[in-house]
C-alpha cells in the first residue's frame, strides 16, 4: 500500500478526540510519581553550591545517624562499582582522533564541576528525613575558578584531565577549498554573528524514578520518566551498571513532557536502581523544580559566525559557518551528536547552495551538561540559515521572500552539499499559502497604522527544513551513533477481532494512543475504540528506540504498518480456507475479505476467530492465532518543511516586543490527525517564540551560579503573549515510508526562532538597529535603540 492509498483510508485525516485525554483530564493520569511501592524509601541528593572545586573531604557521619535514614552514598561509596553515564555519539576530529570522552560519574568523585553536580545520595524512610540527613552531610571544598566563557574556555582551567584545554572535538563537514574558491569568485558576501541561547526545559512532570529489586528472582524494576525505556535499559545495564539486560524491567508510565530531556541516562536513575538492591527495598526520587533547573540537561547554548557568498543576482554560491558549541560540564547521552551530525547537515536549509563548509568546536564548561531540546540541532541550524538569509536580503536590497524564491530547491530528489538528500517538497507552495493566510500584500498599511500609534512595525519570514526519523541505523552508525535507529512494532489481534498494538515508540503528549490506534483501525476497518496502544514497558514491547526526533509515525508507525502487513497476508490465507478460495484471489478492504469476481464475503471479526479456533483450515499449513512482530529501518530520514511569517510590533519607548501576527505552512506530508497536528504546532511554536523573546539560561561567570534558577527568573511563555496562530499545510508525501508521513512534533519551535527576530529586526532598520541576539527582551531592544541613536 503506497502513501496515496493510505491517505484515503477510513479514520486518516479526520480529528478524533485524543483517547488518552479523558484519563488526564479526569486526573487518573498514572505519573511516575503517583507509584508508591511496598517498603519504599526516598532518595534525596546532595548537590555541589560551587562551579568547580576539588572534594577534600565528605563526612557523612552525622546524617547517617540521624532519624529514619538508611544510608548515605557519596562517590568513594560506588567508585569502582559501576561505571559512568555514556555517550550515545562517538565524533571524531578532522584527524580522525575521537573526541575527548572524561568519565561522568554517578556521584562526583574528586571534583565538582557545575551548580547542581551530584556529591552524595541520602536515602531515608521519609523524604523530609531525607533532605534534613542531606542538609548535614559536610563537605569540604577548595574552589577553583569555574569555566563559563566558551570565548576563553581553551586559557581556563581544566575541568577534565582528558581534556586540558577544555575542548571535546573539533568536527567539520564540506568541501572548504571549494567554499573558499567560491568566496573568492563571489560579488557579494553577507556575514552574521549569532548566540542561540541556552534554554533551560520546563517539563510540567519534573524528573522521576522509582526503583525496586527482588531479590528471590533477582530483578529490578525501575518506573521513571522517560522517552525511551529500552535505551534506558540497555545503557543502564550494560554501560553502567553491569547487569544482564533480561533482568531489569524499565517502566516509563504517563509522562508529563519531554522536549528531549528525558531522553537521556541520568544519575539519579542509575543511583536508585543501585540503591534498591543494597538496601533490598523500593527508593523513589523526584525533582522539585529547583532540581530540575540545576540538573536536567539544557539545550542550544551556541555561539556562530557565518557567511554566504553570492552572485550579481542573489544567487547562493557558497556558505561558511564556524560554531562555538557549549556541551556543559559532562557529555550527556547525545551531546556530541547535537551541535554537529544534527546540525551541520542542515545547512542547505531550502537552498541550492552549491558548497557549505562548516566547523563546529565543541566546549566543555562549568555548566549543566547539554543536550537535545526539542528540535535538536535543527533549531539552530535554522537560525543561522534563515537570520543568514534574510541579510543577504537587506544587504543586496531585495525582500526576504524575494531572495528565498531565487534561491529555492524545485527539483527532487536533491543531494546537498552536507551529506543529506532531500526526497520530496514544494518550497514554494508554502510560500505562497503563508503569504495568503499572512495576508502580506496588507502589510504595508498595516505598517502605517503602527506607525500612528508611535510604534514600529516589521515582518520576518522562516522557511525552514528539518531532517526527522533519526535514520538509518548504517548511516547513523557511520557517523559515530553507538545504537540502532530502527523501531519495533507487535499487533495482537484477539478472536473477537479487537487488537492491541505494542508499539516502541514512547507517548510523552503526542497522542499516540489515538494516531496509531486510527492507523490500524484504517488499515483492518475497525473503530479506533476497538484498538489499544501499548508502549513504555520493556516487560511488555519489543526492543524500540524510543521517541525523539519527530520518528514516531514515520518510524514507529511504519513498523506497525509492517505488522499489519504480515496480519492481512496471513488473514487473506484464513479468509481463503473459509471460502475455498485461493488466497491469491483474496482481496481486503474496509473490514471484508471478498473473493475477487464473486459476491463471497467474510468480515475480519469471523476471519480473527477463526485464526483462534482453527476448525476450518488445515494446521499444518497454518498455525493458528494472528500476532505479529515487525522492526522498520528507515532508508532515509523525512524532511518537513515550511514558510512561517511573524509580524511583530515594538513599542521604542519602553523595548516591549508584541507577536501581532504568526503564520505557518507547513509540510508534514501525509496527516492522520489534523487536530492532533495542530497542538504540536502551536506547542512548538510557543517555545520557538519564548525563545526569541523571553528565555535564556544565565549563568554567572565569575561564580558559575544559575542566576535564571527559577520561574522569578526564567521567563515562560503565557497564552496572553500570542495571537491566534494561522495554520496552513502543504502536502507532499513522504517517498520512502508506507504511511506518507514526516513529522510534525518539532517544526514549531525549529520556524519560529528566525521569524520572529527577523520581523524584530525589520522593525528596528529605520532606527539603526543592525543586530539584536535572542532573547529579545524589552531591555535588551531598549538598550539597541539607545546605542544606534548614541
Same mark, same amino acid.
Given at each position: 500500500?503506497?502513501?496515496?492509498?493510505?491517505?484515503?483510508?477510513?479514520?486518516?485525516?479526520?480529528?478524533?478526540?485524543?483517547?488518552?485525554?479523558?484519563?488526564?483530564?479526569?486526573?487518573?493520569?498514572?505519573?511516575?510519581?503517583?507509584?508508591?511501592?511496598?517498603?519504599?524509601?526516598?532518595?534525596?541528593?546532595?548537590?555541589?553550591?560551587?562551579?568547580?572545586?576539588?572534594?577534600?573531604?565528605?563526612?557523612?557521619?552525622?546524617?547517617?545517624?540521624?532519624?529514619?535514614?538508611?544510608?548515605?552514598?557519596?562517590?568513594?561509596?560506588?567508585?569502582?562499582?559501576?561505571?559512568?553515564?555514556?555517550?550515545?555519539?562517538?565524533?571524531?576530529?578532522?584527524?580522525?582522533?575521537?573526541?575527548?570522552?572524561?568519565?561522568?560519574?554517578?556521584?562526583?568523585?574528586?571534583?565538582?564541576?557545575?551548580?547542581?553536580?551530584?556529591?552524595?545520595?541520602?536515602?531515608?524512610?521519609?523524604?523530609?528525613?531525607?533532605?534534613?540527613?542531606?542538609?548535614?552531610?559536610?563537605?569540604?571544598?577548595?574552589?577553583?575558578?569555574?569555566?563559563?566563557?566558551?570565548?576563553?574556555?581553551?586559557?581556563?582551567?581544566?575541568?577534565?584531565?582528558?581534556?586540558?584545554?577544555?575542548?571535546?572535538?573539533?568536527?567539520?563537514?564540506?568541501?572548504?577549498?571549494?567554499?573558499?574558491?567560491?568566496?573568492?569568485?563571489?560579488?557579494?558576501?553577507?556575514?552574521?554573528?549569532?548566540?542561540?541561547?541556552?534554554?533551560?526545559?520546563?517539563?510540567?512532570?519534573?524528573?522521576?524514578?522509582?526503583?525496586?529489586?527482588?531479590?528471590?528472582?533477582?530483578?529490578?524494576?525501575?518506573?521513571?520518566?522517560?522517552?525511551?525505556?529500552?535505551?534506558?535499559?540497555?545503557?543502564?545495564?550494560?554501560?553502567?551498571?553491569?547487569?544482564?539486560?533480561?533482568?531489569?524491567?524499565?517502566?516509563?508510565?504517563?509522562?508529563?513532557?519531554?522536549?528531549?530531556?528525558?531522553?537521556?541516562?541520568?544519575?539519579?536513575?542509575?543511583?536508585?536502581?543501585?540503591?534498591?538492591?543494597?538496601?533490598?527495598?523500593?527508593?523513589?526520587?523526584?525533582?522539585?523544580?529547583?532540581?530540575?533547573?540545576?540538573?536536567?540537561?539544557?539545550?542550544?547554548?551556541?555561539?556562530?559566525?557565518?557567511?554566504?557568498?553570492?552572485?550579481?543576482?542573489?544567487?547562493?554560491?557558497?556558505?561558511?559557518?564556524?560554531?562555538?558549541?557549549?556541551?556543559?560540564?559532562?557529555?550527556?547521552?547525545?551531546?556530541?551528536?547535537?551541535?554537529?551530525?544534527?546540525?551541520?547537515?542542515?545547512?542547505?536549509?531550502?537552498?541550492?547552495?552549491?558548497?557549505?563548509?562548516?566547523?563546529?568546536? %565543541?566546549?566543555? @564548561?562549568?555548566? +549543566?551538561?547539554?543536550? #537535545?531540546? *526539542?528540535?535538536?540541532?535543527? !533549531?539552530?541550524?535554522?537560525?543561522? /540559515?534563515?537570520?543568514?538569509?534574510?541579510?543577504?536580503?537587506?544587504?543586496?536590497?531585495?525582500?526576504?521572500?524575494?531572495?528565498?524564491?531565487?534561491?529555492?530547491?524545485?527539483?527532487?530528489?536533491?543531494?546537498?552539499?552536507?551529506?543529506?538528500?532531500y526526497d520530496i517538497g514544494d518550497y514554494p507552495a508554502c510560500m505562497d499559502q503563508a503569504q495568503q493566510l499572512g495576508e502580506v500584500a496588507g502589510f504595508a498599511e498595516r505598517?502605517?497604522?503602527?506607525?500612528?500609534?508611535?510604534?514600529?512595525?516589521?515582518?520576518?519570514?522562516?522557511?525552514?527544513?528539518?531532517?526527522?526519523?533519526?535514520?538509518?541505523?548504517?548511516?547513523?552508525?557511520?557517523?559515530?551513533?553507538?545504537?540502532?535507529?530502527?523501531?519495533?512494532?507487535?499487533?495482537?489481534?484477539?478472536?473477537?477481532?479487537?487488537?492491541?498494538?505494542?508499539?516502541?515508540?514512547?507517548?510523552?503528549?503526542? %497522542?499516540?494512543? @489515538?494516531?496509531? +490506534?486510527?492507523?490500524? #483501525?484504517? *488499515?483492518?476497518?475497525?473503530? !479506533?475504540?476497538?484498538?489499544?496502544? /501499548?508502549?513504555?514497558?520493556?516487560?511488555?514491547?519489543?526492543?524500540?528506540?524510543?521517541?525523539?526526533?519527530?520518528?514516531?509515525?514515520?518510524?514507529?508507525?511504519?513498523?506497525?504498518m509492517k505488522a499489519l502487513d504480515k496480519i492481512e497476508a496471513k488473514a487473506k490465507k484464513i479468509a481463503a480456507h473459509l471460502m475455498e478460495a485461493s488466497d491469491a484471489d483474496?482481496?481486503?478492504?474496509?473490514?471484508?475479505?471478498?473473493?475477487?469476481?464473486?459476491?463471497?464475503?467474510?468480515?475480519?471479526?469471523?476471519?480473527?476467530?477463526?485464526?483462534?479456533?482453527?476448525?476450518?483450515?488445515?494446521?499444518?499449513?497454518?498455525?493458528?492465532?494472528?500476532?505479529?512482530?515487525?522492526?522498520?529501518?528507515?532508508?532515509?530520514?523525512?524532511?518537513?518543511?515550511?514558510?512561517?511569517?511573524?509580524?511583530?510590533?515594538?513599542?521604542?519607548?519602553?523595548?516591549?516586543?508584541?507577536?501581532?501576527r504568526y503564520t505557518a505552512v507547513d509540510d508534514f506530508g501525509v496527516i492522520i490527525n489534523p487536530m492532533i497536528v495542530e497542538g504540536q504546532v502551536h506547542g512548538g511554536l510557543?517555545?520557538?517564540?519564548?525563545?526569541?523573546?523571553?528565555?535564556?539560561?544565565?549563568?554567572?561567570?565569575?561564580?558559575?551560579?544559575?542566576?535564571?534558577?527559577?520561574?522569578?527568573?526564567?521567563?515562560?511563555?503565557?497564552?496572553?503573549?500570542?495571537?491566534?496562530?494561522?495554520?496552513?499545510?502543504?502536502?507532499?508525501?513522504?517517498?520512502?515510508?508506507?504511511?506518507?508521513?514526516?513529522?510534525?512534533?518539532?517544526?514549531?519551535?525549529?520556524?519560529?526562532?528566525?521569524?520572529?527576530?527577523?520581523?524584530?529586526?525589520?522593525?528596528?532598520?529605520?532606527?539603526?538597529?543592525?543586530?539584536?541576539?535572542?532573547?529579545?527582551?524589552?531591555?535588551?531592544?531598549?538598550?539597541?535603540?539607545?546605542?544606534?541613536?548614541?
Amino acid at each position: 500500500m503506497g502513501a496515496t492509498d493510505f491517505a484515503k483510508l477510513p479514520h486518516i485525516g479526520q480529528s478524533l478526540k485524543r483517547k488518552e485525554d479523558a484519563r488526564f483530564l479526569t486526573g487518573v493520569g498514572n505519573y511516575t510519581d503517583d507509584i508508591n511501592q511496598a517498603h519504599q524509601k526516598y532518595a534525596v541528593f546532595v548537590r555541589s553550591p560551587h562551579a568547580h572545586a576539588r572534594i577534600k573531604n565528605i563526612d557523612t557521619t552525622e546524617a547517617a545517624g540521624m532519624s529514619g535514614v538508611a544510608a548515605v552514598y557519596s562517590g568513594r561509596d560506588i567508585e569502582g562499582k559501576m561505571g559512568g553515564l555514556p555517550c550515545g555519539w562517538l565524533i571524531s576530529n578532522p584527524d580522525g582522533t575521537p573526541m575527548k570522552e572524561p568519565m561522568h560519574p554517578i556521584l562526583a568523585i574528586g571534583k565538582v564541576r557545575y551548580v547542581g553536580d551530584h556529591v552524595a545520595m541520602v536515602v531515608a524512610d521519609t523524604v523530609d528525613q531525607a533532605r534534613d540527613a542531606a542538609e548535614a552531610v559536610q563537605v569540604d571544598y577548595e574552589e577553583l575558578a569555574p569555566v563559563i566563557d566558551m570565548k576563553r574556555a581553551k586559557d581556563g582551567p581544566a575541568l577534565h584531565d582528558e581534556a586540558p584545554d577544555n575542548q571535546c572535538y573539533k568536527w567539520t563537514l564540506g568541501d572548504k577549498a571549494a567554499v573558499e574558491a567560491a568566496f573568492a569568485n563571489a560579488a557579494h558576501v553577507s556575514k552574521i554573528d549569532l548566540v542561540n541561547n541556552r534554554l533551560i526545559p520546563n517539563a510540567i512532570e519534573p524528573r522521576a524514578a522509582n526503583a525496586s529489586y527482588n531479590r528471590a528472582t533477582d530483578e529490578y524494576v525501575l518506573y521513571v520518566s522517560n522517552q525511551n525505556p529500552h535505551v534506558e535499559r540497555l545503557l543502564l545495564t550494560a554501560f553502567v551498571l553491569g547487569l544482564p539486560e533480561h533482568k531489569v524491567r524499565v517502566i516509563a508510565p504517563d509522562v508529563g513532557g519531554g522536549f528531549g530531556s528525558k531522553i537521556f541516562l541520568y544519575a539519579e536513575d542509575v543511583a536508585v536502581t543501585w540503591a534498591a538492591r543494597q538496601l533490598n527495598c523500593a527508593v523513589k526520587w523526584t525533582a522539585d523544580r529547583s532540581e530540575s533547573f540545576l540538573s536536567d540537561c539544557h539545550g542550544r547554548d551556541h555561539i556562530t559566525h557565518a557567511e554566504m557568498a553570492m552572485d550579481q543576482d542573489g544567487k547562493f554560491l557558497a556558505m561558511r559557518v564556524h560554531t562555538d558549541a557549549n556541551l556543559g560540564a559532562y557529555l550527556s547521552t547525545f551531546a556530541s551528536s547535537v551541535p554537529t551530525i544534527l546540525y551541520g547537515t542542515l545547512l542547505a536549509g531550502q537552498y541550492a547552495t552549491p558548497q557549505i563548509y562548516v566547523e563546529v568546536d %565543541g566546549w566543555f @564548561t562549568s555548566t +549543566a551538561p547539554v543536550d #537535545a531540546y *526539542r528540535g535538536a540541532g535543527r !533549531p539552530e541550524a535554522t537560525y543561522v /540559515v534563515e537570520r543568514l538569509v534574510t541579510r543577504c536580503a537587506w544587504d543586496l536590497g531585495l525582500a526576504q521572500d524575494e531572495i528565498r524564491r531565487r534561491n529555492f530547491i524545485t527539483q527532487f530528489p536533491y543531494q546537498t552539499p552536507v551529506a543529506l538528500q532531500y526526497d520530496i517538497g514544494d518550497y514554494p507552495a508554502c510560500m505562497d499559502q503563508a503569504q495568503q493566510l499572512g495576508e502580506v500584500a496588507g502589510f504595508a498599511e498595516r505598517r502605517k497604522a503602527s506607525e500612528a500609534k508611535g510604534l514600529k512595525r516589521g515582518i520576518g519570514y522562516s522557511s525552514y527544513i528539518e531532517a526527522c526519523g533519526l535514520a538509518p541505523s548504517n548511516i547513523a552508525g557511520a557517523l559515530g551513533a553507538r545504537a540502532g535507529l530502527f523501531e519495533a512494532g507487535e499487533v495482537r489481534v484477539h478472536p473477537t477481532g479487537s487488537v492491541t498494538v505494542f508499539t516502541g515508540s514512547h507517548s510523552h503528549g503526542q %497522542g499516540h494512543e @489515538t494516531t496509531f +490506534a486510527q492507523l490500524v #483501525a484504517a *488499515r483492518l476497518g475497525l473503530d !479506533p475504540s476497538q484498538v489499544d496502544i /501499548v508502549h513504555g514497558d520493556t516487560g511488555r514491547v519489543p526492543f524500540g528506540m524510543g521517541t525523539y526526533g519527530s520518528r514516531s509515525l514515520s518510524v514507529g508507525g511504519t513498523a506497525i504498518m509492517k505488522a499489519l502487513d504480515k496480519i492481512e497476508a496471513k488473514a487473506k490465507k484464513i479468509a481463503a480456507h473459509l471460502m475455498e478460495a485461493s488466497d491469491a484471489d483474496i482481496e481486503f478492504a474496509n473490514g471484508e475479505f471478498t473473493v475477487k469476481g464473486t459476491d463471497k464475503k467474510v468480515p475480519f471479526a469471523q476471519v480473527s476467530l477463526a485464526a483462534y479456533v482453527p476448525h476450518n483450515y488445515p494446521l499444518d499449513k497454518l498455525e493458528p492465532g494472528l500476532n505479529e512482530t515487525a522492526f522498520y529501518d528507515p532508508t532515509n530520514f523525512t524532511y518537513p518543511a515550511g514558510t512561517h511569517i511573524c509580524e511583530v510590533e515594538i513599542d521604542p519607548e519602553t523595548g516591549v516586543v508584541r507577536v501581532d501576527r504568526y503564520t505557518a505552512v507547513d509540510d508534514f506530508g501525509v496527516i492522520i490527525n489534523p487536530m492532533i497536528v495542530e497542538g504540536q504546532v502551536h506547542g512548538g511554536l510557543v517555545q520557538g517564540i519564548g525563545q526569541a523573546l523571553q528565555e535564556y539560561g544565565v549563568y554567572d561567570r565569575d561564580s558559575g551560579q544559575l542566576l535564571t534558577g527559577s520561574y522569578m527568573d526564567y521567563q515562560m511563555p503565557r497564552a496572553e503573549d500570542f495571537p491566534q496562530f494561522r495554520l496552513g499545510h502543504v502536502c507532499t508525501p513522504c517517498t520512502h515510508n508506507p504511511i506518507g508521513a514526516k513529522g510534525c512534533g518539532e517544526a514549531g519551535a525549529i520556524g519560529s526562532p528566525p521569524a520572529v527576530m527577523n520581523a524584530v529586526l525589520d522593525a528596528l532598520k529605520d532606527l539603526g538597529v543592525q543586530d539584536l541576539d535572542m532573547p529579545a527582551t524589552p531591555h535588551r531592544v531598549w538598550q539597541a535603540i539607545q546605542s544606534a541613536k548614541a
